[in-house]
Every structure is written in C-alpha cells, then in structure tokens.
C-alpha cells in the first residue's frame, strides 16, 4: 500500500564523496566555521541548539518515500516542522527504496535533491556510497546491531509481517496453504516487487520461514508464491489505500503497521499473524552526502531518534529501534505501546550477508516465478 522500499547487494563505502569522520566526537569548530556536509555530530557544529540555528538558517528539509500513512510519518513530519519551523517538501510518496537512490543521484546538485533517506536494509546496504556518516546524540542507545560504525545508516523502526484481509469478502487465513484455496482467488497481494520493495521482498521471507525454510535461503518463498500464482490467486497489483477500500487488493501481505493503517479506515479490513516465525526486519536512515540542506538533514535525525520521534513510530504501529533504552528511561508512550503489545515468539530478521543472497537470488528467479 503506500508503496515503499529496498534491495541490492553490499557495496563498499566511496570516502572520497565526503570527509569521513567515523568519531562522534570531532573538535568543535570556531564560530561560522562549520562545513555541515562534513559534520558527524551536533558537536561539530558546537552542539544541538547550533545545529538547529544552522538548520533553520537553511529553512527547508526534502524527504523522499514517506507516504503520510506509513508508520505514522505524517505526524513525525508537521511535528519537525511545527517544532524548529522548518519547512519539509515531501515528494515521490510512492516510490521504492531504489528509486530513492536513482532520485539522488538524478537531482545531484540540484535544490530538489533529497536531503535525507527511508531505506530498506538491502538498499541501503548497497548504497552507502551516496550516504554521510552522522552519530546522533543518542547514539550509545542504539544497538550495535542496528546501525554502521560510523553512521552511514542506521535502522529506526520495524514492524512484523502480517496479513491483511477483507472480512467482508474473504474468511481469515490461518496458514499459508489456506491463501492456496479457492476462497482467494485472484485476491493475494504483496506490496510492490521483492526485488525493489523491502516490504514485498519480507513477504517473500515470511513464507520462506513459513514454509520450513531459513532466511539464508529465499527459494521456498519463490516457490510458494510461483504456487499461488499457478493457482490463480496472486494477484500483481501494487495495493493502496484506494485498492483496499474498493475491494481490488482483498489480502495484502504487508508490514503490521500498513494494515493496521487500513483497517482503521476500511470497514472490515482486519489483520492476522499466521502462527509460527515472525519475520521482522528495519528500515533505516540515512543522510544524503550530497544534500541541499546538510544541517537540516542532520537535524532531522536528531529528531527521528529522539524520544518525541520513536514514540510516534510507536503511535504509527511500529517498533522504534531505541525502544529498549526508552523502556529503560521511561520514556515510552505506555498508551500507544499497549496497543499494538510487544514483539513476542520466534523472531526473525535477516543479516546483511542474508539480504544481499536473497536479494541476488530474487533477481534471478523471481520474474520467471511469477511471470
């Protein structure tokens, strides 16, 4: 639905894009005399309140790939506006991760470029060359595990694969084999294609684990949906909002947080867990090296990770990535975390080393699966 993110295959950081400081803790520059595409800290820039003059001196920031509807990025981007009165230019709502890379690479030099990025794990894995390393002032909150050692990305939030269904026309899945039925036909879709879209490529690793397999090989997931589609029942479009109202799309596989979104406006869209492994895997952020606005990027990551802005993560139905920390400090919103309840069971999350092999082998075998 709010279509969105991913793939590719690890490639090796271009330090000659910019000055790579990999420590938090760079020497606090003379008045004026900050380079922001270089900074890697707010210290570089004498601290937070001068990142954010710096930042509202630029007074613009370009996201990319935030549909409003998505884990709540609605509210996360007039909260950043409302909060440092700077102005946020949402464009291309719709696209994929890669297509967040091909834009800034596209709008290199331009004003138009995208400051910052929402990447699925595969995506950013491969792209680091077009990232800046920047350490949050948080930064010790956030697991070793889910970020790059110098900052070239870091995860935010992740959901659970789920599945959603139109109750009103469909019965509830409680398996995979159930969706292979003559009660879905031409009904399940996934959001976008694996091979670009993190979403679609975690449907494709929910029914790998679904279906006996292990996240260090997709081909049982290929394979399933290569059997939903000689069944008749996958059905290749990209869901939306508008396709789940109508009734087009009547089972998505999709992140929690989407279907959650959907049903809390369509009448009778409801969301399950198949029984078993739950398959989980972050998106991540990352700053542009070339951004247009360097200190509002910057500070935009600041508030992705504080507090304030991994509540509304929680609020939108996602897990924010400091949600430990914060459950430590007290700091979560109690509320919002109570109703979407904790991650709980067998989970899963693919390495990087797992998502480039799956990424390689979608590449070569999913056209000809579903074609």
Known sequence: MFTKRHLASVAIFAAAAITLSACAGSDTPAEGDVDAATATSAE????LDALIEAAQAEGELNVIALPDDWANYGEIKAAFEEKYDISVNSADPGVSSAEEITAAKNLKGQDTAPDVFDLGSAVALSSTDVFAPYQVENWAEI??????????????????????????EVPEPESLDDLLGADYK???????DPTQAGAAFAAVGLATVLSGGTLDDFTPGIEYFGELKDAGNFLPVDPTPATIASGETKVVLDW???NLAAAATVDGWEVTTLP??????????????????P???RL?????????GQNMFITG????????????????????IAKIGNLEGDIVTPTEEQSAAASALLAEKWAAAIG
Request: proline share 3%; glycine share 12%; net charge negative.
């Open 295 to 297: 200190a509002a990027a």
């Open 143 to 168: 697991p070793d595990e889910n970020k790059e050692e110098t900052g070239l990305w870091v995860n935010d939030y992740t959901g659970s694969m789920s599945i959603g269904y139109n109750s009103n």
């Open 300 to 308: 935009w990551q600041e508030f992705i990770y504080s507090a304030e």
């Open 44 to 47: 570089a820039f004498g601290g």
């Open 256 to 258: 929690s947080y989407n």
């Open 276 to 293: 078993g492994t739950v398959y989980t895997s972050y998106y991540n952020q990352a700053i542009n090296a070339d951004a247009p606005h």
């Open 186 to 192: 031409g009904a399940v879709a996934i959001n976008g």
């Open 317 to 336: 139905g996602a897990y924010p990535v400091t949600l430990a920390a914060m459950n430590e400090a007290g700091t979560t919103d109690e509320d919002a």
